[in-house]
C-alpha cells in the first residue's frame, strides 16, 4: 500500500469530542503539532493536550471491522505491555471516533524521533532493547516488526543516544504455542526473511537493512544471503519464530563492536 492511499488526516476537533476516549481526558484540547512520521496504517503527530506538549499521537483509519479489530489489538498490547511490563513509550490513552473510522493511540514523545540506519548505539542501551524484547517475550508477544523505525531514542546534548525503546505493536501476535499451526509460522519467517533480504526498491524503503542483514546472518550460522532463503533457514527461523525479533538486536551489537 502506498503511503499517499493511506494516508490519514488527524479528526477535526468538533469530531475529536464525540470520540469514545480512554484516559486521555485532555484529549478535547488536543493540538497537532508537527508530522513525526508517516507509516503503512496512519500517521503519527507530535501533539499538545492539557498539560503540555510530551505527546505523540498515532492516527490509524480502519476501512473495515478486521482493520479495525487488528487496530485494537494495537492498542491493548501497547497498553499491557507499558502498564504491566515497562516496554514501549510510556502508554497515555486511545481514543477511537466512530464516525471518522480513526482511532488514536497517545503515548509519551520521544523527542530522538527514530534509530537511524546501522547508526551507533552503545552497548548498554542494544542490553536495554534486549531486555525489552525478552520481557515482550515473557509476556507472551511477539513484535514481529523489529528493525529500526521501530525503535525510538533519546539523545544527550552531542546527539549521542541514551536510552531507547522498542515500539509500532501493528503486527505483534500472541507466542506461539510450539507445534501449533507450523504452517503458518513458517510461511511468515520465509515472508520476514523475503522482506529482510529484499533487493526490491519499494521493499528496501522499508525492509532492506544492512545493518539486519548482518544480524540475521550471525544468527543463522555463516552462510550467504542467498542461503538464507532456503527451506533449511525458514525452517530454523518457523521454530524459533521469536529469533526474528532479535535480528535487529545482535546486528546493533555487531556493528557497535
Ligand atoms: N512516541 C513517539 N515519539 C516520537 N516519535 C514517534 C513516537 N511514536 C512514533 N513515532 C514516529 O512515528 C513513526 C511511525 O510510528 P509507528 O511505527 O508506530 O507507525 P506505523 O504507521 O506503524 O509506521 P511504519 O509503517 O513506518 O512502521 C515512527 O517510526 C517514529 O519515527
Ligand atoms: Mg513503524
Not at 28 to 35: D, V
Not at 170 to 185: C, F, I, N, T
Request: with cysteine.
Amino acid at each position: 500500500m502506498s503511503v499517499e492511499s493511506a494516508a490519514v488526516a488527524a479528526p477535526s476537533a468538533a469530531a475529536v469530542r464525540n470520540c469514545f476516549s480512554h484516559g486521555t481526558a485532555g484529549v478535547t484540547g488536543a493540538a497537532l503539532r508537527r508530522l513525526l512520521g508517516m507509516g503503512a496504517y496512519g500517521t503519527v503527530h507530535e501533539a499538545c493536550l492539557a498539560d503540555g506538549c510530551s505527546y505523540a499521537v498515532k492516527f490509524q483509519r480502519y476501512r473495515s471491522e478486521r482493520e479495525r479489530a487488528r487496530i485494537l489489538g494495537e492498542v491493548s498490547t501497547q497498553r499491557v505491555l507499558w502498564e504491566q511490563h515497562a516496554v514501549g513509550p510510556r502508554y497515555v490513552g486511545s481514543w477511537q471516533c466512530a464516525e471518522q473510522r480513526v482511532v488514536a493511540i497517545v503515548t509519551e514523545l520521544w523527542a530522538g524521533g527514530s534509530l537511524d540506519e546501522c547508526e551507533y548505539v552503545p552497548p548498554r542501551v542494544v542490553d536495554r532493547l534486549e531486555a525489552q524484547v525478552r520481557s515482550m517475550h515473557r509476556a507472551g508477544y511477539l513484535h514481529n516488526d523489529m528493525f529500526p523505525r521501530n525503535v525510538l531514542v533519546r539523545r544527550d546534548g552531542y546527539g549521542h543516544i541514551d536510552d531507547a525503546t522498542i515500539t509500532d505493536f501493528g503486527l505483534a501476535s500472541k507466542m506461539p504455542v510450539q507445534g501449533d499451526d507450523d504452517e503458518w509460522a513458517l510461511a511468515r519467517a520465509r515472508r520476514a526473511i523475503e522482506q529482510i533480504t529484499a533487493r526490491d526498491p519499494d521493499d528496501a524503503t522499508r525492509y532492506y537493512s544492512p545493518c539486519m542483514v548482518a544480524g540475521l546472518i550471525s544468527l543463522a550460522g555463516n552462510v550467504t544471503t542467498r542461503q538464507l532463503e532456503d527451506e533449511a533457514t525458514g525452517a530454523l527461523f518457523a521454530r524459533n519464530p521469536w529469533l526474528l525479533d532479535f535480528v535487529l538486536v545482535q546486528s546493533l551489537r555487531i556493528l557497535g563492536q
